[in-house]
T-cell receptor
Framework: LAKTTQPISMDSYEGQEVNITCSHNNIATNDYITWYQQFPSQGPRFIIQGYKTKVTNEVASLFIPADRKSSTLSLPRVSLSDTAVYYCLVGDKNTGRRALTFGSGTRLQVQP | EAGVAQSPRYKIIEKRQSVAFWCNPISGHATLYWYQQILGQGPKLLIQFQNNGVVDDSQLPKDRFSAERLKGVDSTLKIQPAKLEDSAVYLC??????????????FGSGTQLSVL
């Protein structure tokens, strides 16, 4: 089971770009990388998922180097509402439906 | 599209009492998960269902926790008897099982349990 490591916390200011890096040295060939966001009193919410190179959606970008041993979630021009906990997970593609294992996440605090 | 529904939203009980949580997944989602999230930690998987069959319950404390998913739709999670350390948020999630990508989980808002 691939283990992920990410910073416990990060601070930023409104309007800045925030990059949260996650390491997953034991990622398997079939593993996808998925990021979730969690606000207080809510369940985690899917942000973005990728397998290799770069993925972009309306919320964030995900950068994955060729060796796939790490990934970086990029949040452009953060606002106060981006204050949340961000989880990086790896999960199998085409497997016996193995559930995603959450780590402790990165607590992002955005200041005005 | 309706999201994952959970009830109750909050529950306060005394230790040794029993409690039950209910979850209604997104329509058409074959896979259902129960997670336990203790304050300050990430969610921990308790049990995973595929339709009405159990896929993984390796982290479910079976001496006190039980879960069922009758007819492959709604699910209930029960704790009997509760202990102080069971105080946590219990999250239900569901996913549309596909063969093309990794699972994307959709979570409910959870039930916050306080055991006194």
């Amino acid at each position: 089971l691939a283990k992920t490591t990410q910073p416990i916390s990060m601070d930023s200011y409104e309007g800045q770009e925030v990059n949260i890096t996650c390491s997953h040295n034991n990622i398997a060939t079939n593993d996808y990388i998925t990021w979730y966001q969690q606000f207080p009193s809510q369940g985690p919410r899917f942000i973005i998922q990728g397998y290799k190179t770069k993925v972009t959606n309306e919320v964030a970008s995900l950068f994955i180097p060729a060796d796939r041993k790490s990934s970086t979630l990029s949040l452009p021009r953060v606002s106060l509402s981006d204050t949340a906990v961000y989880y990086c997970l790896v999960g199998d593609k085409n497997t016996g439906r193995r559930a995603l294992t959450f780590g402790s996440g990165t607590r992002l605090q955005v200041q005005p | 599209e309706a999201g994952v529904a959970q009830s109750p939203r909050y529950k306060i009980i005394e230790k040794r009492q029993s409690v039950a949580f209910w979850c209604n997944p997104i329509s058409g989602h074959a896979t259902l998960y129960w997670y336990q999230q203790i304050l300050g930690q990430g969610p921990k998987l308790l049990i995973q269902f595929q339709n009405n069959g159990v896929v993984d319950d390796s982290q479910l404390p079976k001496d006190r926790f039980s879960a069922e998913r009758l007819k492959g739709v709604d699910s209930t999670l029960k704790i009997q008897p509760a202990k102080l350390e069971d105080s946590a948020v219990y999250l239900c999630a569901s996913s549309l099982t596909t063969a093309m990508e990794s699972e994307k989980l959709f979570f409910g808002s959870g039930t916050q349990l306080s055991v006194l």
